[in-house]
C-alpha cells in the first residue's frame, strides 16, 4: 500500500534561491514540451522524447531532470483525458470541457518536480537530503518531520519524491510503500458509518462526530474572507494569503481524528467498515442557493479516503453500498416511507411505531447492507464438482 509523507525542507537562503529557480526552469521547459505535445496531437511519451529531449538538455537539465519533465507532461494529458472521459469537464460542447481542448496544458511556475533516486538521496540519520538542481547538486539540506514519519521513510521509502512549493515553503512528498495486514475475511459484522453535514459521521456502534463545531469554524471563515475581500488593502491581500489554506488543513485534521476512531472501534470488535457510496451526490442533489456553499464545502470524499486506507492498513474489510432509502428505511421492520423521516434528526417507523435518531437508523441500515454486499462478493466456498 502507498501513502504520501510529507517533509519539511528547511534550506539556506542561496539553497532556497537554487530550488525556486530549478522548479521556475523546469516548468517553463515543461511548458514548452506541452506546447508540442499539443502541437503534434499528444503523441505517445517515447515519440514525444525524441522531439523534445535534446531541446531540454540544451537548456541545461540534467538527463534525469529531462526524461521527467517528459513525463510529467504526458501524465498531465492523460489525466486531462481521463477526466474529459469521465465528464469531470462537462458534457460535449461544453465551454468548460472546451476551454481545457483547444489549448496547451500550463504548468505554474513553482509546480511539483518529480525526482528519483538518482537526483535525490536521503541521509536520515542527519536528517539531510541531496538534490539536484539547475545550480549544481545541494547537499547537506536540512528537512524537518515527526519521529513516526522518520521511521515510516526510512523503512518503507520508495520510488519517487516530489519537491512542491507552497506559501514560499518547500516540501518533498515522498511515497512511502507499506506492507499490507492480512485482510480479516470472516468478520464479525460490519460498522455502518452514515456520512452526513450535521453530523460529520455516525456509526451503527454509537459513535456520533458532531458537525455543529466544524460547520461554526467554516462559517467564521467565510465571513472573514469576504470581510477582507471586501475590504481590499493591502493589509487585508496579505491576511488573506497569510490565512489560505487554513480552513483546509483545519477540516483534515477533523476528518483524520474523526477516520481513527472509527477504524480503532471496528479493529477493536473484528468488524468491516460499510460506507455509502455518495459518488456524485453534488450534481444530484438541488438545494436552495444559500445551503450551496454548506454543500459544496463537505468533505465526504477526504473522509472517506481516510477510512479507506486506515482500513487497508489495520487489515479491515471495506465495502462501498447504495445508499438509496437508508434514511427512510426501518432498521427494526424494514418499512420503507417518504414520511418515516419526520426531520433532520428524527425518525418515526410508520409501521412499527420505533422511534430513532435518523442518522443512528441510517447507519443501522448501511451495516446490514454492508453484510449482504461483503456476503455477496465472497468467494463461493462450495467443493468444486468431480
Given at each position: 500500500?502507498?501513502?504520501?509523507?510529507?517533509?519539511?525542507?528547511?534550506?539556506?537562503?542561496?539553497?532556497?534561491?537554487?530550488?525556486?529557480?530549478?522548479?521556475?526552469?523546469?516548468?517553463?521547459?515543461?511548458?514548452?514540451?506541452?506546447?508540442?505535445?499539443?502541437?503534434?496531437?499528444?503523441?505517445?511519451?517515447?515519440?514525444?522524447?525524441?522531439?523534445?529531449?535534446?531541446?531540454?538538455?540544451?537548456?541545461?537539465?540534467?538527463?534525469?531532470?529531462?526524461?521527467?519533465?517528459?513525463?510529467?507532461?504526458?501524465?498531465?494529458?492523460?489525466?486531462?483525458?481521463?477526466?474529459?472521459?469521465?465528464?469531470?469537464?462537462?458534457?460535449?460542447?461544453?465551454?468548460?470541457?472546451?476551454?481545457?481542448?483547444?489549448?496547451?496544458?500550463?504548468?505554474?511556475?513553482?509546480?511539483?518536480?518529480?525526482?528519483?533516486?538518482?537526483?535525490?538521496?536521503?541521509?536520515?540519520?542527519?536528517?539531510?537530503?541531496?538534490?539536484?538542481?539547475?545550480?549544481?547538486?545541494?547537499?547537506?539540506?536540512?528537512?524537518?518531520?515527526?519521529?513516526?514519519?522518520?521511521?515510516?521513510?526510512?523503512?518503507?521509502?520508495?520510488?519517487?519524491?516530489?519537491?512542491?512549493?507552497?506559501?514560499?515553503?518547500?516540501?518533498?512528498?515522498?511515497?512511502?510503500?507499506?506492507?499490507?495486514?492480512?485482510?480479516?475475511?470472516?468478520?464479525?459484522?460490519?460498522?455502518?458509518?452514515?456520512?452526513?453535514?450535521?453530523?460529520?459521521?455516525?456509526?451503527?456502534?454509537?459513535?456520533?462526530?458532531?458537525?455543529?463545531?466544524?460547520?461554526?469554524?467554516?462559517?467564521?471563515?467565510?465571513?472573514?474572507?469576504?470581510?477582507?475581500?471586501?475590504?481590499?488593502?493591502?493589509?487585508?491581500?496579505?491576511?488573506?494569503?497569510?490565512?489560505?489554506?487554513?480552513?483546509?488543513?483545519?477540516?483534515?485534521?477533523?476528518?483524520?481524528?474523526?477516520?481513527?476512531?472509527?477504524?480503532?472501534?471496528?479493529?477493536?470488535?473484528?468488524?468491516?467498515?460499510?460506507?455509502?457510496?455518495?459518488?456524485?451526490?453534488?450534481?444530484?442533489?438541488?438545494?436552495?442557493?444559500?445551503?450551496?456553499?454548506?454543500?459544496?464545502?463537505?468533505?465526504?470524499?477526504?473522509?472517506?479516503?481516510?477510512?479507506?486506507?486506515?482500513?487497508?492498513?489495520?487489515?479491515?474489510?471495506?465495502?462501498?453500498?447504495?445508499?438509496?432509502?437508508?434514511?427512510?428505511?426501518?432498521?427494526?421492520?424494514?418499512?420503507?416511507?417518504?414520511?418515516?423521516?419526520?426531520?433532520?434528526?428524527?425518525?418515526?417507523?410508520?409501521?412499527?411505531?420505533?422511534?430513532?435518531?435518523a442518522d443512528d437508523n441510517a447507519s443501522h441500515n448501511i451495516a446490514?447492507?454492508?453484510?449482504?454486499?461483503?456476503?455477496?462478493?465472497?468467494?463461493?466456498?462450495?467443493?468444486?464438482?468431480?
Amino acid at each position: 500500500m502507498k501513502i504520501v509523507t510529507q517533509v519539511k525542507l528547511m534550506p539556506e537562503a542561496d539553497q532556497a534561491a537554487a530550488l525556486s529557480a530549478t522548479l521556475g526552469t523546469v516548468n517553463e521547459a515543461a511548458n514548452w514540451v506541452s506546447a508540442v505535445a499539443f502541437e503534434r496531437g499528444v503523441p505517445r511519451e517515447y515519440e514525444l522524447r525524441k522531439h523534445t529531449y535534446p531541446e531540454l538538455k540544451a537548456r541545461g537539465l540534467g538527463a534525469q531532470a529531462a526524461q521527467h519533465v517528459i513525463k510529467k507532461t504526458r501524465d498531465a494529458y492523460t489525466t486531462l483525458k481521463a477526466n474529459i472521459e469521465a465528464g469531470n469537464l462537462g458534457k460535449p460542447g461544453s465551454k468548460r470541457r472546451a476551454r481545457a481542448q483547444c489549448k496547451p496544458i500550463v504548468f505554474r511556475p513553482q509546480a511539483a518536480q518529480p525526482y528519483d533516486d538518482r537526483c535525490l538521496s536521503w541521509q536520515y540519520d542527519a536528517g539531510t537530503v541531496s538534490i539536484w538542481t539547475t545550480a549544481g547538486r545541494l547537499k547537506n539540506v536540512r528537512f524537518a518531520c515527526s519521529p513516526d514519519t522518520l521511521k515510516m521513510l526510512r523503512e518503507h521509502r520508495r520510488g519517487e519524491s516530489d519537491l512542491i512549493r507552497r506559501d514560499g515553503v518547500f516540501y518533498l512528498l515522498a511515497v512511502c510503500d507499506i506492507p499490507e495486514a492480512p485482510l480479516n475475511e470472516d468478520p464479525a459484522g460490519f460498522v455502518g458509518v452514515d456520512l452526513g453535514i450535521v453530523n460529520i459521521a455516525t456509526t451503527s456502534t454509537g459513535y456520533r462526530a458532531a458537525g455543529r463545531g466544524l460547520n461554526r469554524y467554516r462559517k467564521r471563515q467565510l465571513d472573514l474572507r469576504k470581510k477582507l475581500q471586501a475590504k481590499g488593502t493591502k493589509s487585508a491581500k496579505c491576511l488573506l494569503k497569510k490565512r489560505n489554506r487554513r480552513e483546509q488543513r483545519h477540516t483534515a485534521n477533523v476528518n483524520h481524528i474523526v477516520s481513527k476512531t472509527i477504524v480503532t472501534t471496528a479493529e477493536r470488535t473484528g468488524h468491516g467498515i460499510a460506507l455509502e457510496d455518495l459518488g456524485g451526490i453534488r450534481g444530484r442533489v438541488r438545494l436552495r442557493k444559500d445551503q450551496r456553499t454548506q454543500l459544496h464545502s463537505w468533505s465526504f470524499h477526504q473522509l472517506g479516503q481516510f477510512i479507506a486506507y486506515k482500513a487497508k492498513r489495520a487489515g479491515l474489510p471495506l465495502v462501498h453500498v447504495d445508499p438509496a432509502y437508508t434514511s427512510r428505511q426501518c432498521s427494526e421492520c424494514g418499512h420503507i416511507d417518504r414520511k418515516n423521516r419526520v426531520d433532520q434528526a428524527a425518525f418515526a417507523c410508520r409501521a412499527c411505531g420505533i422511534v430513532l435518531n435518523a442518522d443512528d437508523n441510517a447507519s443501522h441500515n448501511i451495516a446490514r447492507k454492508g453484510e449482504t454486499v461483503w456476503t455477496a462478493g465472497r468467494e463461493s466456498r462450495v467443493p468444486a464438482p468431480v
